[in-house]
């Protein structure tokens, strides 16, 4: 089945660590999306990328890094740089850059303990 | 950049009523307006979605409007069912840009 695939669904991390969150889909979709997700708040863009080797900063970028190297991966750090990181975070992708529709993965959620 | 504010924040009905959920938009150029639906611990799907040069489309039961002078568009689910409990988020964008959504509706029915 084409999808998105996240890993994993939970995460713990203790201050001050940095980790990384695992984004695949294989749609062969050009653009993929991190977003943050916290109660009340909606959906808030981190990062994107509309081509293999490029990405750009969304509106709330500090505190996170992004590769992608594969048009398949889009990897997500949370670095220790992040003030508040517990939180919902959402990978999607699209058939090219925006103006449609937006396929999501299942989550991840880090906790940090 | 473009801001979408989306109301009510929470909103319950019972079983077999209409429910409504609105937003506005402050781009003009905005052209496309999808609608999430989010159930818990799962990503967002897209239920519906409407471009700037249609002012209303029907999918079963949800429609979405949109008017575009007023820089607002509807999500309307009638016959509600419980398993239509869920959170909805509307979201616009621009052409070759990212979506913009909004903060997102929590909608129970009740049996």
């Known amino acids: 089945d084409g999808g998105i695939t996240q890993s994993p669904k939970y995460l713990f991390r203790k201050e001050g660590q940095n980790v990384t969150l695992s984004c695949e889909q294989n749609?062969?979709?050009?653009?993929m999306y991190w977003y943050r997700q916290d109660p009340g708040q909606g959906l808030r863009l981190i990062y994107y990328s509309q081509i293999v080797n490029d990405f750009q900063k969304g509106d709330i970028a500090e505190g996170y890094s992004v590769s992608r190297e594969k048009k398949e991966s889009f990897p997500l750090t949370v670095t220790s740089a992040q003030k508040n990181p517990t939180a919902f975070y959402l990978c999607a992708s699209t058939p090219r850059g925006g103006n449609t529709e937006a396929f999501f993965g299942q989550g991840t959620r880090l906790t940090v303990v | 950049g473009e801001n979408v504010e989306q109301h009510p924040s929470t909103l319950s009905v019972q079983e077999g009523d209409s429910a409504v959920i609105k937003c506005t938009y402050s781009?003009?150029?905005?052209?496309?307006f999808p609608w999430y639906k989010q159930e818990l611990g799962k990503g967002p799907q897209l239920i519906i979605d409407?471009?700037?040069?249609?002012g209303e489309k029907k999918d079963q039961r949800i429609a979405v409007t949109l008017n575009k002078t007023a820089k607002h568009f509807s999500l309307h689910i009638t016959e509600t069912q419980p398993e239509d409990s869920a959170v909805y988020f509307c979201?616009?964008?621009?052409?070759?840009?990212?979506?913009?959504f909004g903060k997102g509706t929590m909608l129970l029915v009740s049996p």
């Open positions: 749609l062969n979709h050009d653009a």
């Open positions: 781009d003009s150029a905005s052209n496309y």
């Open positions: 409407i471009r700037s040069n249609v």
């Open positions: 979201a616009a964008s621009i052409r070759y840009s990212t979506l913009t």
